[in-house]
T-cell receptor
Framework: NAGVTQTPKFQVLKTGQSMTLQCAQD?????MSWYRQDPGMGLRLIHY???????DQGEVPNGYNVSRSTTEDFPLRLLSAAPSQTSVYFC?????????????FGPGTRLTVT | KNEVEQSPQNLTAQEGEFITINCSYS?????LHWLQQHPGGGIVSLFM???GKKKHGRLIATINIQEKHSSLHITASHPRDSAVYIC???????????FGKGTHLIIQP
C-alpha cells in the first residue's frame, strides 16, 4: 500500500493564481481531511470529508475548495492564491470520523505564494 | 473547542537522557494522539490512547483522563529521536483532532 500520497511536494505560485493540491489514499478510508501547518501554530483543519460526495468546512476554510467524487481522492483547490496561504499542507485519512481513529498523513506540500 | 497545551516548546538533551514531553487538554476526549515529525518530513502517528499506558520500543505514552493530561517519554534517547513531537486531542465530532503546537526535541551526541 502507498498509504496517503500528495502532489506536488513543492509549489511556488504568484498572487492570484489558482492551483489544485492532489491527495489520494489506497486504504479505503472514508474520512479524509486537509490541514495547514504554520510556524508557531498547531495544525489547523481546512476541510474534511466523511465519505464520497460529503464535505464540510474546518477551522480555516476561506480561500479553499474541496470535492470528494471518489473514496480515494480528495483534492484541495486554491481559488486565488494569497501570500497568507503560504504554508505546508497535509492531507490525512482515517478509518472513521472523530478523534478516536488513527490518522495517516501524507508527506505534505510546501506552498509559497509570492 | 478543545485547548491543547504542550510543554516544553523546545528541549535539548544529551544522548542517553530520559525525555518527558507533556500535554494537557481542556475538554474530555475520545483519544489522545502522539505524532512525530522529522525536519522537512511528514507526520507519523506514534500512539493513540484513551486510557493507561502504551509502549513501543523506547517510547512510552501515558494518559490520565481525570486530570486531562498525557505524557510522552523517551528512554535512552538517541540523536535520531530529534524531531517535533505533536500531541492532538481527538473529540467525538467529525472535525477530528485539535493539535498542540509541538515540542521541538534535539538530542545531542
Amino acid at each position: 500500500n502507498a498509504g496517503v500520497t500528495q502532489t506536488p511536494k513543492f509549489q511556488v505560485l504568484k498572487t492570484g493564481q489558482s492551483m489544485t493540491l492532489q491527495c489520494a489514499q489506497d486504504m479505503n478510508h472514508e474520512y479524509m481531511s486537509w490541514y495547514r501547518q504554520d510556524p508557531g501554530m498547531g495544525l489547523r483543519l481546512i476541510h474534511y470529508s466523511v465519505g464520497a460526495g460529503i464535505t464540510d468546512q474546518g477551522e480555516v476554510p476561506n480561500g479553499y475548495n474541496v470535492s470528494r467524487s471518489t473514496t480515494e481522492d480528495f483534492p484541495l483547490r486554491l481559488l486565488s492564491a494569497a501570500p497568507s496561504q503560504t504554508s505546508v499542507y497535509f492531507c490525512a485519512s482515517s478509518d472513521g470520523q472523530g478523534g478516536g481513529y488513527e490518522q495517516y498523513f501524507g508527506p505534505g506540500t510546501r506552498l509559497t505564494v509570492t | 473547542k478543545n485547548e491543547v497545551e504542550q510543554s516544553p516548546q523546545n528541549l535539548t538533551a544529551q544522548e542517553g537522557e530520559f525525555i518527558t514531553i507533556n500535554c494537557s487538554y481542556s475538554v474530555g476526549i475520545s483519544a489522545l494522539h502522539w505524532l512525530q515529525q522529522h525536519p522537512g518530513g511528514g507526520i507519523v502517528s506514534l500512539f493513540m490512547l484513551s486510557s493507561g499506558k502504551k509502549k513501543h520500543g523506547r517510547l512510552i505514552a501515558t494518559i490520565n483522563i481525570q486530570e486531562k493530561h498525557s505524557s510522552l517519554h523517551i528512554t535512552a534517547s538517541h540523536p535520531r529521536d530529534s524531531a517535533v513531537y505533536i500531541c492532538a486531542a481527538g473529540g467525538g465530532g467529525a472535525d477530528g483532532l485539535t493539535f498542540g503546537k509541538g515540542t521541538h526535541l534535539i538530542i545531542q551526541p
